[in-house]
């Protein structure tokens, strides 16, 4: 036999067994995928169920796995209720409610899965996840259970109570259906912050179970420019007496206003829920006065990821907080004060008194922003001298409290330099900076030791200093 011959001899032989495995592989898928279950067929005809409006409902009842049972109540004019304690006080959205009541009074599906279903348990209607009632007016009732989800994804098995035709209808139709009692409340714990007509936040007061004492955060009253000793708006005066920075408050201050629970847990709480929730003893408590009221909100125990907690604006609600809604828990002083503490307007002053070591200077000032004069040892000062003064100035009231001072320096240690603001209403500031022994520099605000700083800052501030006396150059960087 030719070897050409016995070559295509050999491929045909090769081709038909191969062809062969494919024939038996697609046979065995064939067999595979027809043992798959499959969806049942249905009948895509329209299903009326119900044709009211929504003022010819009187009621829907409710069971479904998050709530054992709830009615709406309605009348002709809108929603009245729920069957809850203390209804007429619970601020219920209405236009939730309505959209609940509407589902019930229009409802229709365009897909027949089974006409006469023996076996309901398939489609997880024995047991069903949601069971509805709704009564109108007429007196005609329409009773229905929702079950499992159908395998599409988008619609659920239902039937009417005492019948055996299972349909699918859309998810939208029942989702509804799916809310506990508690979802149809509004979750708003405090009112907006009315920034038309910006009241002034007066005072803060936090108070937390691991603090000895409380955190006040008071408003600075508003002083003409010529007096104003910080741009600032609000300082802390417990436990320390320090301006509070403006970024770094601004949640703490205003947070309050607008807050929104993740969840109202409750209605109505009693002294048993007070103290399973551990509201009876808060770990915090914060108060907000804003001119002759006060708004307190009280946060109790960890619970499913959030916190509970009670509004002033909403005392029957027991609401359920995200912790990032709550910047007042495990508050730190540090994280609120301004690192650039005292930046007193150059022309609320009256004289600038600095003291170091080796001497004394004073700078007296006259006039304001558009016609002023600096003296100097009572001359004044001008061009060059006039502009590192400013510089000197800029670099004096830049300095930085990095960190809270923790009382472990001795108060008598050496004095690097005293700086003194006397304001032209007869009141003063003073800023002292002492040696440590930790290679920082302790600062303290009228007379009280409230941070520290590093050491370089202090040694710029000398030899500034001594550089504005001597002609030299205000270095600005440290």
């Not at 016995?6 to 062969?20: D, Q």
């Not at 044709?51 to 054992?68: A, C, L, M, R």
């Not at 004289?351 to 304001?368: H, Q, R, W």
Request: proline share 5%.
């Amino acid at each position: 036999m030719k070897k050409n011959i016995k070559l295509i001899l050999f491929s045909l032989i090769g081709l038909a067994v191969l062809g062969t495995a494919v024939l038996i592989l697609h046979l065995t898928q064939s067999e595979e995928i027809t043992e798959q279950p499959q969806p049942p067929e249905t009948n895509q005809t329209a299903t009326i169920f119900s044709d009211f409006t929504e003022e010819e409902v009187v009621s829907v009842y409710i069971v479904n796995p998050k709530d054992d049972g709830y009615t709406i109540s309605a009348n002709p004019h809108g929603i009245v209720e729920i069957d809850e304690r203390d209804a007429a006080e619970v601020p219920y959205n209405r236009a939730f409610l309505s959209s609940t009541v509407n589902s019930a009074a229009n409802l229709s599906s365009f897909s027949t899965v089974e006409e006469n279903a023996e076996e309901l348990d398939k489609y997880g209607l024995l047991n069903p996840l949601v069971k509805v009632e709704a009564v109108f007016r007429n007196g005609e009732t329409l009773a229905f259970s929702v079950g499992e989800p159908t395998p599409d994804g988008d619609t659920y098995y239902f039937r009417l109570e005492g019948g055996n035709a299972v349909y699918a209808i859309e998810t939208h139709k029942v989702n509804s259906f799916f809310n506990e009692r508690h979802d149809y409340i509004e979750r708003l714990a405090f009112p907006q912050y009315n920034s038309d007509e910006a009241p002034t936040i007066h005072r803060v007061s936090i108070e937390s179970e691991n603090a000895d004492t409380p955190i006040i955060i008071e408003a600075i009253p508003k002083l003409d420019l010529e007096e104003l000793r910080t741009f600032n708006s609000h300082k802390m005066t417990v436990p320390l007496n320090i301006d509070v920075d403006p970024d770094k408050s601004m949640q703490v201050i205003y947070g309050i206003f607008g807050l929104t629970a993740s969840k109202v847990l409750w209605v109505a709480p009693d002294e048993v829920d007070f103290e399973l929730s551990g509201l009876t003893q808060p770990q915090c408590r914060v108060e907000i006065t804003v001119g002759e009221e006060i708004f307190s909100l009280a946060i109790g125990n960890e619970y499913q990821g959030g916190f509970y907690g009670i509004s002033s604006h909403a005392p029957d609600l027991l609401f359920l907080f995200d912790p990032d809604s709550l910047p007042w828990l495990d508050l730190e002083p540090i994280n609120l004060v301004s690192d650039i503490f005292l930046t007193p307007y150059l022309y609320s002053l009256d004289t600038l008194e600095i003291t170091t070591e080796n001497l004394t200077v004073i700078f007296t000032v006259k006039g304001d922003a558009d016609d002023n004069t600096i003296l100097f040892e009572n001359n004044p000062l001008s061009g060059k001298d006039r502009e590192r003064f400013s510089d000197l100035y800029q670099f004096v009231i830049s300095v930085r409290g990095e960190e809270i001072y923790t009382g472990d320096d001795s108060s008598d240690s050496k004095r690097f330099a005293k700086i003194t603001y006397n304001y032209r209403n007869g009141t003063s500031d003073q800023v002292v900076f002492r040696e440590s022994n930790r290679r920082r520099t302790v600062i303290e605000v009228n007379a009280v030791p409230m941070f520290t700083c590093r050491d370089i800052y202090t040694t710029r501030l000398l030899e500034n200093i001594e550089s504005f006396i001597s002609g030299g150059e205000i270095i600005l960087d440290w």
